[in-house]
């Protein structure tokens, strides 16, 4: 049964039956609640003890209202307890209110009687700046609750008295009251919420009476500690609020309903305090925010944790525009900074005595050379290592080539390997040294124009890669998606799936680009057979063989991996997708190699088709896809080949080789 109440010129008197509201709180795992606000006291100091006690006896904690002032004005307490360290975290809270609830309603502790805490700005200061200075690693939270600014903006007097606290010492301000959400300012210092609205309200609401957001914040504040510390983040998720929306049954907000909040966050007087971003975990939508140097690009520490392992990629939502526009603003001055401080450091170990000169320490030396990257290399260091003939292992990368070569390409400096790039070029070329290839007609087709094939033969456009659009046609019963490794059963499910895939290519989705197309000789593994041949990969270095994959349509996504000498090898590449492959002859490897030789190129991939006659060309490549998938050890190793063609290459144009082949089919 409701009690009287005390106060009968006091509007909106709040009562509950105590039951039923710990059996909600416990329900949601509440275990601390703050009593800091303007209706705590609406049935008067006996009310409030027996909700103290109901609260202690349920075993939820409280704060911000007490039996005397000193004890409504003691900070919460919690001691998070990590693997190697503690981290204390105290909350402040307290009601700033209207003098009437002093005077008239008598709401407010004092010295000797209960009450709510009033929030005293001085005073609340001077404790968060002892408790800093006491304990100075702890996080220190305030949770002011106004009075008197319902469904409208809090005042500059309230903004004045937030950031007082943060200046006094205080991480974060969040608070409420206003029954509707305030912008948010981040400063260096710390985080200030001038109000994060309702959680549950059981008013039906005036925000559109009264042109307020309906939209309020569950604030999460998550700790982890990690090797250097605690770290400590404040997400903010929206929820709607205004139960004439929502029926009362409190919501997280949509995507669509972020706009409204955005344009609060956008607005020109505090976009200068704060960049944010937008987020989606399992729970919902939430907002980040950070601070910006004046009025410049956005400069957080967001993409620094992700890349430093302080906060889980799982947590990105990277089909969020505002993330990926963020976190491409911080990319370069991440960089930088890490760049800087490696060259930092590296200058000081450079200076040790230890090193030093030509007394260094041989051994330290050659230790280092295994770590060290070459772009931290000066010119001193690099002759200190001369002197010790060692070699910087970081030197060499085929990553680093490939990527190099497509700038100069993009600079104007042709690399002529490319023309072997589209099959029937590299046809030609194989016809004038004498390299068996399947057998064709030599024209381009629409794929309309094919018709319906009976087999056995193989569809393919002239120009694509990863067997994108390759059909290989055993019967008209029997056709092999190579891409997919998926067999089909009619030329009408092989023209659905040509449709599907140009279409995807014009969209950019795959490569199949053009609907240009060829056939030619289906090459089997035996005489009859309805089941792919091997496809033998070499990747030659202008003489020299040294690696070779192989993999089969009839093997989806399985691959082995050879040294020059048939010697299974793991590159980093598909290691866990290996099957029993046929291998190569040293026949078959002296046709690579000489293949190689004609071409001026330090490196080609040469992808031959394992018959049961030998050896037929499938293309040639000047650059195998999932090139950065090569692990550090073979991506140095193809970079050392690379670099050892380009000089055999050198060394046999300064002697006079023509390369005939090549030049008389394209203009060099």
């Known amino acids: 049964m409701c009690p009287?109440?005390?106060?009968?010129?006091?509007?909106?008197?709040?009562?509950?039956?105590?039951?039923?509201?710990?059996?909600v709180l416990k329900q949601l795992d509440v275990t601390a609640v703050s009593l800091a606000n303007n209706h705590t006291m609406d049935f008067g100091p006996e009310v409030l003890d027996k909700t103290i006690k109901e609260l202690s006896k349920a075993k939820i904690k409280w704060f911000g209202a007490g039996n005397n002032r000193k004890e409504?004005?003691?900070?919460?307490?919690?001691?998070?307890?990590?693997?190697?360290?503690?981290?204390?975290?105290?909350?402040?809270?307290?009601?700033?209110?209207?003098?009437?609830?002093?005077?008239?309603?008598?709401?407010?502790?004092?010295?000797?009687?209960?009450?709510?805490?009033?929030?005293?700005?001085?005073?609340?200061?001077?404790?968060?700046?002892?408790?800093r200075s006491k304990e100075p690693d702890a996080v220190i939270i305030v949770c002011p609750h106004w009075q008197g600014f319902d469904y409208k903006p809090v005042s500059p007097k309230i903004e004045e008295i937030c950031q007082t606290f943060i200046d006094a010492g205080a991480d974060f301000v969040f608070a409420h009251g206003t029954h509707t959400v305030e912008y948010i300012k981040k400063s260096e210092k710390g985080i200030i919420a001038h109000s994060i609205g309702n959680f549950v309200f059981n008013s039906p609401g005036r925000y559109s009476k009264l042109n307020a957001l309906p939209y309020s914040f569950i604030v999460k504040l998550e700790f982890a500690e990690r090797e250097h510390g605690w770290q400590v983040e404040p997400r903010f998720y929206p929820i709607v609020t205004d139960n004439k929306k929502t029926n009362f049954n409190v919501r997280l907000a949509k995507e669509e309903e972020l706009q409204?909040?955005?344009?609060?966050?956008?607005?020109?007087?505090?976009?200068?305090?704060?960049?944010?971003?937008?987020?989606?975990?399992?729970?919902?939508?939430?907002?980040?925010?950070?601070?910006?140097?004046g009025k410049e690009a956005k400069t957080n520490d967001d993409l620094k944790r992700i890349i430093f392992g302080d906060k889980k990629l799982s947590d990105v939502n990277f089909n969020d525009k505002n993330v990926l526009e963020s976190h491409i603003n911080q990319l370069g001055n991440l960089h930088v900074e890490i760049d800087s401080n490696f060259t930092a450091y590296y200058k000081e170990l450079y200076g040790s005595k230890h090193l030093k000169g030509k007394k260094g320490l041989y051994e330290l030396y050659q230790s280092l050379s295994n770590v060290v990257k070459?772009?931290?290399?000066?010119?001193?260091?690099?002759?200190?290592?001369?002197r010790r003939k060692l070699i910087i292992k970081d030197t060499f990368s085929f990553r680093d080539i490939v990527v190099e070569k497509s700038a100069l390409r993009k600079m104007g400096y042709p690399e002529y390997s490319w023309n072997l790039d589209k099959k029937d070029v590299a046809y030609k070329f194989a016809d004038s040294i004498g390299l068996r290839r399947p057998i064709t007609d030599g024209k381009t087709y629409s794929f309309s124009e094919?018709?319906?094939?009976?087999?056995?033969?193989?569809?393919?456009?002239?120009?694509?890669?990863?067997?994108?659009?390759?059909?290989?046609?055993?019967?008209?019963?029997?056709?092999?998606?190579?891409?997919?490794?998926?067999?089909?059963?009619?030329?009408?499910?092989?023209?659905?799936?040509?449709?599907?895939?140009?279409?995807?290519?014009?969209?950019?989705?795959n490569p199949l680009r053009k609907d240009e197309w060829m056939t030619e000789e289906l090459i089997l593994s035996s005489p009859g057979a309805t089941e792919p041949p091997s496809d033998i990969k070499f990747y030659v270095f202008y003489g020299e063989l040294l690696l070779v994959s192989e993999s089969?349509?009839?093997?989806?996504?399985?691959?082995?991996?050879?040294?020059?000498?048939?010697?299974?090898?793991?590159?980093?590449?598909?290691?866990?997708?290996?099957?029993?492959?046929?291998?190569?002859?040293?026949?078959?490897?002296?046709?690579?190699?000489n293949v190689s030789l004609q071409i001026p190129t330090p490196f080609i991939r040469l992808d031959m088709l394992k018959s049961h006659t030998g050896m037929v060309l499938g293309e040639i490549t000047p650059r195998p896809g999932r090139f950065h998938s090569f692990n550090n050890e073979f991506d140095r190793k193809l970079g050392e080949a690379y670099r050892r063609a380009e000089a055999r290459i050198v060394k046999d144009l300064l002697n006079g080789k023509k390369f005939a082949a090549f030049t008389d089919l394209f203009n060099v």
Not at 8 to 23: A, F, I
Not at 107 to 126: H, I, M, Q, Y
């Open 72 to 131: 409504a004005e003691k900070p919460f307490e919690l001691e998070l307890k990590g693997d190697k360290s503690t981290k204390k975290v105290y909350v402040f809270t307290g009601m700033r209110a209207s003098k009437r609830y002093r005077e008239d309603y008598d709401f407010f502790a004092r010295k000797d009687s209960p009450g709510v805490n009033s929030l005293r700005p001085s005073k609340t200061a001077e404790k968060i700046t002892a408790l």
């Open 450 to 509: 094919i018709g319906e094939q009976k087999g056995p033969v193989v569809v393919k456009p002239t120009k694509s890669t990863g067997s994108m659009g390759v059909y290989l046609v055993f019967n008209e019963g029997k056709i092999l998606s190579a891409r997919e490794g998926v067999f089909l059963k009619s030329w009408s499910e092989v023209k659905k799936d040509v449709e599907a895939k140009l279409e995807a290519g014009l969209k950019g989705r």
């Open 4 to 23: 009287a109440i005390r106060v009968q010129v006091k509007e909106y008197p709040n009562w509950d039956k105590p039951e039923r509201t710990l059996e």
């Open 374 to 386: 070459k772009e931290y290399l000066s010119y001193w260091l690099l002759k200190n290592f001369e």
């Open 552 to 593: 089969n349509p009839a093997f989806y996504k399985k691959f082995c991996y050879w040294d020059a000498d048939m010697n299974p090898v793991s590159t980093g590449r598909y290691d866990g997708q290996v099957f029993d492959g046929t291998g190569f002859t040293e026949e078959d490897k002296e046709i690579a190699i």
């Open 260 to 293: 409204e909040l955005n344009k609060l966050f956008e607005n020109e007087e505090n976009i200068s305090n704060y960049s944010y971003q937008i987020d989606k975990d399992q729970h919902g939508f939430f907002y980040i925010f950070h601070t910006n140097a």
